[in-house]
């Protein structure tokens, strides 16, 4: 057991172990302090074994509390007297009626031994290692608020703890609602939850805000769990804030990289452009790519698509809207269908307009195909026929 009062670092230090030859009585036993035993007793008798066992560990602690301050050179404190008129501790009573229905853990008594005459003690010398020290911590900002976001949309925030102690940083993160204190997360989300800072470094967290619905309040407390915090230190507690709006539409659109690998290619994609993208495998194909479109609004609406053709080229048309009108309820979904027969080999991009005219909301999509060519492979290079009579 190692107990400090000031942050320290032992780095192999000599411990002297003391061991002595002894002869077992009657037969050998394997034991160590760790070995336990189970026994059934009588409530009572459990009652009096746990508040003598509870006497014994505080009696233990005052004791090891006066070594270590001797050691450290100051006077120890006085022992406590007994207040006046504090009522003495009622005895207990072991009750005899009683069944022995209640589960007792016991450790295993050492066995038996006499030590061995004419031997003297040999003392080894142990390596010890060890770090006193609370855990402490380092952060730029304790209050992150988020710009106003679209529902179904995400804005993440980045921030770093450094661990400036000496002993590794356990934490554990909890959102709780402000007004209620109960746990809550609602549209937040942090990366990581729970892990380890080793001494003297820092490590990066993403908080994420993901409103699914428009609420007056969103203000939570974004909470972590410190083993061994210094008492001196607060604690880790960060405010978060982030307002959500309500769209007019919302598409589920599955994620691509196309506007990355565009950028690469030093042809960068417009931002006011969505995509979609197909791969098609061969030439001649139909293709077939759905989606939803998400109307949060509290009334329906009409929406159409339109084709925006490049001035001076008129090609043969190889994606299609299969709904190029519609009606979308308020809070209800709709299917958007688009097709793409591709008739040769290559990348080919269409640009389409999607509109509604009641809300004057436009969006722009860059609808994407590509073709990839069959990649054919045979089990056997040759087919050999066995002997035939004519």
Known sequence: MVKGT?????????????????AHVGEYQDWDDTMKTLRMVRPSEHKKIMRDREKAEVERLEQAEIRAQAAAGKKAAPAKKPAKGEVAEEEIVIDESEDANVE???VIDEPENNKIEGSEPKVVKLKASCVIDYTNYEMASQEIAFKPTLMYASRSYKFSIKNT??????FNFKIANTSTGILDAGPY???????SIAPGCDDNFIVKYSPIEVEADNKRLLSANIRNLDPEKEKLIINV??????????FELPPTNYRERKEKDMTPVDAKFKIIEFDSLGTNIRNTKRFMAVNPTASGYEYEWEELQEEGKALKPMFKCVNPKGLILSGKKSEMVFEYTPDNIGEHESRWLFKIPSENIQQ???????????????????????????
């Open 6 to 22: 000031k942050t320290q670092k032992y780095d192999k230090s000599d411990l002297d172990c003391e061991l002595t030859n002894i």
């Open 104 to 106: 007792l853990i016991e």
């Open 165 to 170: 102690s000496l002993i590794n940083l356990d």
């Open 189 to 195: 989300s942090i990366i990581p939850k729970k892990g």
């Open 241 to 250: 804030n982030g307002i959500a709006e309500r769209p007019i539409i919302h």
């Open 364 to 390: 722009y999509f860059l609808v994407v195909g590509r073709v990839n060519e069959p990649n054919v492979l045979f089990e056997s290079g040759k087919v050999r026929f066995g002997p035939l009579l004519l």
